[in-house]
């Protein structure tokens, strides 16, 4: 069975075939939830993320030069999205904790203890993760889950080589303390 190329496909769809993306979205979409999911933490959002970014990819196809590839332009637009809803989600629990400190300091408690039950549900390493800032979640995701090398990486987030190996050290490092940190929590309940 022939595979068309990613560029076949994007010709068709810049010629006006609606059904040329979706083969572009299959080859794509496994390796996208993945990321999407070890970036965001949470399965639903990493859906809805990637189906937000593959329709951004579609409006502006246009954009994209022709030899340049579909797949690191795809991770590109994939992971400003996750991005942004990592920086949303952030400013909606800001506001949240600010709302119950100002009206009741118990419920601040209460909200804090609700999600600390929600992560102990999450599997160990993915609630690890996600106590990585956003940069350092983003080099490590980019290279333990896509396999990319630190040029790629630096490339793709705009950064220097040395930037990313830095990045990558402090990530491992936090992520250790993390995991060591739930494992020794786990021992004394127990």
């Known amino acids: 069975m022939e595979t068309t190329s990613d560029w076949t496909l994007i010709e068709r769809c810049r010629a006006g075939s609606t059904t040329a993306f979706e083969p572009l979205v299959r080859r794509y979409e496994g390796p996208a939830l993945l990321l999407a999911e070890a970036l965001l933490g949470d399965p639903d959002e990493a859906a809805d993320a990637v189906q937000d970014a593959f329709v951004r990819a579609y409006r502006t196809l246009h954009r994209l030069e022709r ?52 992560a102990e549900l999450a599997a160990e390493v993915q609630t690890a993760l996600a106590t990585l800032g956003p940069a350092y979640r983003q080099v490590l995701v980019l290279k333990e889950m896509e396999g990319m090398s630190y040029a790629e990486i630096a490339r793709e987030v705009g950064v220097p080589e040395g930037t990313v190996g830095s990045r990558l050290h402090h990530a491992r490092e936090a992520l250790k303390r993390a995991l060591l940190a739930r494992a020794t929590a786990a021992e004394a309940v127990s």
């Open 67 to 118: 030899g340049s590839g579909f797949g690191p332009w795809f991770r590109v637009i994939l992971r400003n999205r996750c991005l942004d809803g990592l920086r949303a989600a952030h400013r909606r629990l800001r506001a949240a904790v600010e709302d119950a400190a100002e009206s009741q300091a118990g419920r601040v408690e209460a909200t804090a203890l609700a999600a600390l039950e929600r």
